[in-house]
Nanobody
Framework: QVQLVESGGGLVQAGGSLRLSCGTSGRSYIVYPMGWFRQAPGKEREFVAAISRSGSTFYYAASVKGRATISRENGKNTMSLQMNSLNPEDTAIYYC?????????????????????WGQGTQVTVSS
């Protein structure tokens, strides 16, 4: 079993910043934390950011590009998402996701189907 746990969410004013973290436990050596998604009330879960398996390439949704930075500490198998210039449209539950190393190579980072494990989510609320 693999567990992903997000932290760092909270209430922030528009224009503020948050740093979300994703930790792994259990058989964490079989996964690579690779992606962040979010789900706003009444909306479907959407892609936010991803980092390639090698850690050398980064992918961002257009809505957060320039405001978000994804990073991963391979030695600790943890992942972070720094979000700046937050606005009320960023209000959502943020989920981290990981892909198992046995799932093989794939570059469909923006697809939820790319990932094998998901965290429970952390709430981010941006007030205007």
């Amino acid at each position: 079993q693999v567990q992903l746990v997000e932290s760092g969410g909270g209430l922030v004013q528009a224009g503020g910043s948050l740093r979300l973290s994703c930790g792994t436990s259990g058989r964490s050596y079989i996964v690579y934390p690779m992606g962040w998604f979010r789900q706003a009330p009444g909306k479907e879960r959407e892609f936010v950011a991803a980092i390639s398996r090698s850690g050398s390439t980064f992918y961002y949704a257009a809505s957060v590009k320039g405001r978000a930075t994804i990073s991963r500490e391979n030695g600790k198998n943890t992942m972070s998402l720094q979000m700046n210039s937050l606005n009320p449209e960023d209000t959502a539950i943020y989920y981290c996701a990981a892909r198992s190393i046995v799932s093989g190579y794939s570059t469909t980072y923006e697809s939820q189907g790319h990932y094998d494990y998901w965290g429970q989510g952390t709430q981010v609320t941006v007030s205007s």
